[in-house]
């Protein structure tokens, strides 16, 4: 299974449609939050993907939940947009969070800086921002009980 994970949007739709069109075997999207709007204005053109979506502290008068877990091919994932763990500052809250709730995968945004790692048996990724001077976003795959983890850095110029 590919999914991808964005968050960070801030008004980029065109660029998170361009990514989904690209990543046409993603069955997946994490939307970790701020651009739930963007989301919305793309998620219907495909209709082939599961949308997993947050709200952030930029998703003025949204009525998504701070926080979700899902379980896919035997992963549980704890996911969030993190201001309410105050990722900017340290990410041992969120771990904390992540493994109270024995996720494997931890995924949160709101620092605009990717991360991706793997610390003691959790899976800790931050997809970073599609606005950021260095755009990105995350990759993960689940393959046979396994999981692969990358960041992809979009060019800032182009972005793609």
């Known amino acids: 299974m590919r ?3 964005v968050s960070d949007i801030h008004g ?3 660029i998170l449609k361009r990514i989904l069109m690209k990543e046409q ?3 997946v999207v994490f939307f970790l939050g701020d651009g739930e709007n963007d ?3 793309v998620k219907f053109d495909f209709p082939e993907k599961c949308f997993y979506m947050v709200r952030g502290n930029c998703d003025w008068g949204s009525s998504l ?5 899902v379980t896919l091919e035997d992963k549980k994932f704890f996911y969030t ?3 309410m763990h105050f990722v900017k500052f340290q990410d041992e809250d969120i771990k904390l969070t992540a493994r109270n709730c024995y996720a494997d995968i931890v995924l949160f945004g709101h620092t605009h800086k990717a991360v991706n790692y793997y610390e003691d048996g959790l899976y800790v990724m931050n997809p970073g921002s599609l606005t950021n001077y260095e755009p990105s976003y995350g990759v993960i795959e689940l393959i046979n009980g396994g999981v692969l ?3 992809v850095h979009l060019s800032p110029e182009r972005r793609f």
């Not at 939940?65 to 877990?69: A, F, H, N, V």
């Open 81 to 83: 947009h993190g201001h």
């Open 65 to 69: 939940d701070l926080t979700g877990t």
């Open 149 to 151: 983890t990358n960041i």
């Open 3 to 5: 999914i991808i994970v």
């Open 25 to 27: 075997k993603a069955e």
């Open 39 to 41: 989301v919305n204005k």
């Open 12 to 14: 980029r739709a065109d």
